[in-house]
């Protein structure tokens, strides 16, 4: 389904994947024709999202996840450390 502006121009399209129900929006990219987008994006999708942004999205979550846990064992040692001195 085409994604309509004022006077008729296509912005996107609206495209259904494999497995998901909800609807992909697709727009143009740099350089990259609508019909190229869709394609790039139906070959690439193997779920709701395209597989290049899905990969992006799990690796910066397991980031987030060891650095959240390096900060949670510095907090920890701080807070021994402040209350060893508090103690003393």
Do not use: W
């Amino acid at each position: 389904m085409d994604i309509l502006g004022p006077y008729g121009y296509v912005y996107g399209k609206a495209i259904t994947v494999p497995k998901t129900q909800n609807p992909v929006f697709v727009s143009i990219g740099n350089k990259v024709s609508l019909d190229l987008a869709v394609e790039a994006v139906k070959a690439c999708s193997r779920y709701r999202i395209s597989e290049p942004i899905r990969q992006a999205d799990i690796y910066t979550r397991q980031i987030l996840s060891e650095k959240k846990t390096a900060l949670n064992k510095q907090n920890e040692l701080t807070d021994c450390a402040n209350h060893k001195n508090n103690t003393e």
